[in-house]
């Protein structure tokens, strides 16, 4: 397991957090959380290093879900209620991008919400 992958990995949803005004310190917590259960993962099973970034931002966004909320939100879209941005592909990567999980529109790859 290549360690430049899981910092790659951490500083693209730590920016992504930031870009929101979401860098709390449960957030940073939930965030680090995903980067150690994912390092562990990514150890047992090399080839699921594409999917580690994608996976650490969904882990965050479900953290996330359950105390504060939504994120990020789809700042997108000028009408209709207010909703989130999905990871896709679905598996993490490779290449994870935000999309609106209402049009399906990409927004922005992980780590350039900024
Ligand atoms: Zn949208």
Not at 49 to 71: E, K, P, S
Not at 79 to 88: F, R, S, W, Y
Not at 94 to 108: F, L, Q, R, S, Y
């Amino acid at each position: 397991m290549d360690n430049a992958l899981l910092f790659d990995a951490r500083a693209r949803v730590l920016a992504d957090l930031t870009a929101r005004n979401h860098a709390t310190p449960s957030a940073v917590d939930a965030l680090e959380d995903a980067v150690s259960a994912r390092k562990w993962w990514a150890e047992q099973w090399p080839e699921g290093a594409v999917y580690v970034a994608g996976l650490v931002a969904q882990d965050v966004q479900d953290a996330l879900f359950d105390t504060v909320g939504r994120w990020p939100i789809c700042l997108s879209c000028e009408e209709g209620p207010v909703h989130a941005l999905h990871i896709q592909p679905d598996l993490g990567g490779p290449d994870p991008v935000w999309v609106c999980e209402e049009t399906g529109e990409p927004v922005a790859a992980l780590g350039e919400l900024g």
